[in-house]
């Protein structure tokens, strides 16, 4: 894990970079997004592909999503997730400040150490609307929500996620590209990176890092540090690069209150949206538009700001977001646990959304 890796070359791309960096009126508007899948800019291996399945909604539309079958299949399907940490160094007034996964924590522990010690990738039990949905990972439990009439029966099915950490890079962004900003949803500093630019190193790096294959799916993990397009704040993104997806978030950390984004919680958006809708070989639409279960939700306000819930696991206290099910989407409701509209089971009016139903906050 010492040794150079080739994965990004940070420092020869960044004199490459010529996308203007427009100075940001501070909306902070918080949201996230999906950076349209494009063909393939390098070769990739055509024998490592991500394993997927199709499906159609009742309403007609047709899906892939990342595993197999949950109607067909008692299976359990694992996907490496290469986690790539990278330290965000921003220049204002002449000072550098730096945004780096390796910041120790409340408790004590690095960020990346955080994100791996997360229910993202450890287990733990979820009970949901009175069903025990199995001892397993944030995503594999909500995927199995989402098919619970078919798992139930099938009980030892899963999409299991296992992460592997690659060497962390540092960029040194150029002022047309990012710049600090302070108090951004309670986070004392942060660094702000235009998306484009950002996106361009991702794939351009991702054809260095021959480990990574579309049997995978890489993930970049930066540090207080939000993405712009035009204004403030995207918390992270997916897209695919040919058959190779991949995606960004940010570990935030506020001084107090809930942060846009805190700790894992723009991870388990992601993540989530990602096996729903991996964008590859096809982007998924719903009645509701592009089937992107953690949009919905991000804009709850109030207990659960930015749809988040809290999960104490080793002693650290983590924030993930709640996804709408399948039915939000158009599926037929006795798939799902309960006919929930949310992961969490959320139902009537969600504070700063509105009364939730079928596409009710688009997607």
């Known amino acids: 894990m010492n040794r150079r890796s080739p994965l990004f070359l940070f420092s020869a791309l960044t004199l490459l970079a010529c996308a203007a960096f427009a100075q940001d009126q501070r909306t902070d508007v918080p949201k996230f997004v999906t950076l349209p899948a494009r063909p393939a800019t390098y070769d990739q291996d055509p024998s490592a592909s991500l394993q997927e399945w199709d499906g159609t909604l009742l309403s007609g539309y047709n899906f892939n999503m990342v595993g197999t079958n949950p109607a067909t299949t008692n299976t359990t399907t694992t996907v490496n997730v290469f986690l790539i940490p990278v330290n965000i160094c921003v220049t204002s007034g002449g000072t550098k400040t730096c945004f780096d996964p390796k910041t120790k924590q409340s408790n004590g522990a690095s960020v ?27 995503e594999d439990a909500f995927q199995r929500s989402n098919f619970w009439s078919d798992v ?26 990012g710049n600090l900003q302070h108090g951004q949803f309670g986070v004392p500093e942060t660094a702000n990176v235009d998306i484009d630019y950002l996106d361009s190193l991702i794939t351009s790096g991702l054809s260095k890092a021959k480990q990574i294959t579309p049997a995978s799916f890489a993930m970049i993990l930066t540090y ?3 993405l712009t397009e035009g204004g403030c704040c995207i918390g992270g993104y997916h897209s695919a690069n040919g058959a190779q997806t991949y995606g960004e978030f940010t570990y935030t950390t506020p001084s107090g209150g809930t942060s846009f984004s805190e700790d894992v919680s723009a991870l388990s958006h992601e993540l989530g949206e990602w096996m729903d809708d991996p964008l590859y ?22 207990t659960h700001d930015f749809g988040d819930y809290t999960y104490t696991l080793n002693g ?11 039915h939000y989407f158009g599926q037929n409701p006795n798939l799902v646990n309960n006919t929930n509209w949310t992961f969490q089971g959320q139902t009537g009016e969600l504070p700063g959304l509105g009364n939730i139903g079928e596409c009710s906050f688009g997607s």
Do not use: R, W
Request: proline share 8%; charged share 15%.
């Open 112 to 138: 990346v150490t955080n994100v791996l010690n997360s229910p993202i990738f450890k287990d733990q039990d979820y009970t949901i609307s009175g069903t025990d949905l199995g001892n397993t990972q944030y």
């Open 152 to 177: 139930k029966t099938n009980t030892n099915y899963h999409v299991i996620l296992n992460p592997i950490v690659l060497p962390e890079q540092t960029l040194d962004v150029p002022a047309a590209d």
């Open 224 to 226: 207080d540090t939000y």
């Open 281 to 302: 070989p096809n982007e998924n639409n719903s009645p509701c538009g592009i089937l992107e279960v953690g949009d919905p939700i991000e804009g709850e306000v109030g």
């Open 316 to 326: 650290f206290t983590y924030h993930l977001q709640d996804l709408a099910t399948m």
